[in-house]
């Protein structure tokens, strides 16, 4: 049925259980993931630019670093349960948008990812990424809390 999972993962717990479930589920399925981490953009007013620049490395070099410890312990935990995994990053200040982009450019057929759990104002100012990933998926999306 599903054979190809994709785990959107920014390094929190939260997201880490859900990449254990991920993971769980295509060990029993005989499917395989595909493990994403988005990264936001570099902030910087183009006035600044010649400082920009230089911070604009600084925090590249740190994120994809970041990124990588990231993916690197999911492909570790897909690992010790025998299932195939591949990664990547994308950069983009629009998570939900990379995440459901993924979907048709790593052939994936289902999502799985957690929830942080907003409530209040803050879910009502901020949203959620997990809701809009809802809105925008072409497969379904298994949500884990």
């Known amino acids: 049925m599903f054979k190809h999972l994709l785990l959107p993962v920014d390094g929190s717990e939260l997201s880490l259980r ?3 479930r ?5 060990a029993t399925l005989g499917a395989r993931i595909h493990a994403l981490h988005v990264l936001p953009p570099f ?3 183009t006035y600044f630019a010649a400082i920009a ?3 604009e490395t600084i925090y590249v070099e740190r994120a994809l670093a970041r990124a990588e410890c990231i993916l690197g312990e999911v492909r570790h935990r897909a690992q010790a349960a025998g299932v195939a995994c591949e990664s990547s990053h994308e950069i983009d200040g629009r998570p939900y948008c990379a ?3 993924a979907v048709s450019k790593y052939h994936c057929d289902m999502i799985v990812m957690a929830t942080h759990g907003r409530h209040g104002i803050e879910k009502l100012l901020l949203g ?3 809701q809009k990933v809802l809105l925008l998926a072409e497969v379904p999306v298994l949500v884990c809390h």
């Not at 991920?22 to 295509?26: N, T």
């Open 22 to 26: 991920g993971i769980a589920l295509a």
């Open 43 to 45: 902030a910087a007013a």
């Open 53 to 55: 620049q230089a911070d």
């Open 128 to 130: 959620s990424v997990t």
């Open 99 to 101: 995440i459901a982009a």
């Open 18 to 20: 859900a990449v254990d």
